[in-house]
């Protein structure tokens, strides 16, 4: 409702924190369910819609990281020309872009997986993994594998690109720029690349837990790593672009005081 929050970067944010409340949603109230519950069983058709939605939010998060480091990438390196290149229209289409690239992706997992026939029925974790359940199947998953691998890889480099090209080019005006010039940057990217590593380390542990052996790590420590992507991503980012950020900063105080 605000008129000076219109503009590109908190269009961006606002997709970031709405992916991250769809995420949170496909866990936490089942996940509380399960623990008051004594029965910790759960349906095929839930599990396939649990994957489905927390598989997404990981693959919209990641995407809207790369849109918003793009975004920090013109603001910086082109401040001049940021209005016309970088708009709330386009702003709106790369998010309907990215949104609907990774329900696509992932509904063609999802029907690989769903033609399977499931022989066992138990899973090591706190929520359905798509790995964990291709495991019990007992017919041939060599194209659930396949495709598994590969959109693993496309979830990754396809925003990957952007991320390290804004990077380079961001470094480059810094080294070059003058000392407000690198105060700027920093100040206006450290958010970003503090939300990107956070978030990249939590889907790196959740990558390496269902596809090895963890068994000699804590179980303890299994599960809350398991969980931090989860649930550190959706508390950290608005805590800190709302502390970073002067328009959000000013509309707190204005609401507490």
Excluded at 121 to 131: F, P
Excluded at 184 to 193: D, G, N, Q, R, Y
């Amino acid at each position: 409702m605000n008129r000076s929050l219109h503009e590109p970067m908190y269009v961006l944010l606002c997709s970031l924190f709405v992916n991250e409340l769809y995420g949170s949603t496909a866990l936490f109230p089942f996940l509380l369910l399960q623990i008051l519950s004594d029965v910790h069983t759960v349906s095929a058709s839930f599990c396939f819609l649990q994957i489905f939605c927390v598989y997404t939010y990981g693959a919209i998060e990641y995407m809207n990281l790369a849109v918003m480091s793009y975004d920090r990438y013109l603001a910086i390196c082109h401040p001049l020309q940021y209005h016309t290149r970088m708009t709330c229209h386009r702003a709106f289409v790369w998010i309907a872009a990215l949104w609907f690239y990774s329900f696509v992706k992932f509904l063609i997992t999802l029907s690989l997986n769903m033609r399977l026939a499931l022989c066992r029925n138990l899973i090591n974790s706190l929520y359905c993994q798509n790995y964990l359940v291709v495991k019990l199947a007992c017919s041939d998953t060599r194209i659930n594998n396949i495709y598994g691998l590969f959109g693993i890889v496309v979830s990754v480099v396809v925003p990957l690109v952007p991320i390290l090209f804004s990077y380079m080019k961001i470094l480059q005006v810094c080294f070059s720029g003058c000392r407000q010039t690198r105060q700027k940057a920093v100040s206006t990217c450290t958010p970003h690349l503090v939300s990107l590593l956070n978030f990249s380390f939590g889907c790196c542990f959740e990558t390496l837990q269902s596809r090895f052996d963890m068994s000699s790590v804590p179980r303890m420590l299994r599960a809350i790593l398991s969980l931090y992507f989860l649930l550190i991503q959706p508390l950290l980012n608005p805590l800190m672009y709302g502390l970073q950020m002067s328009q959000i900063r000013k509309l707190y105080k204005h609401l507490f005081s």
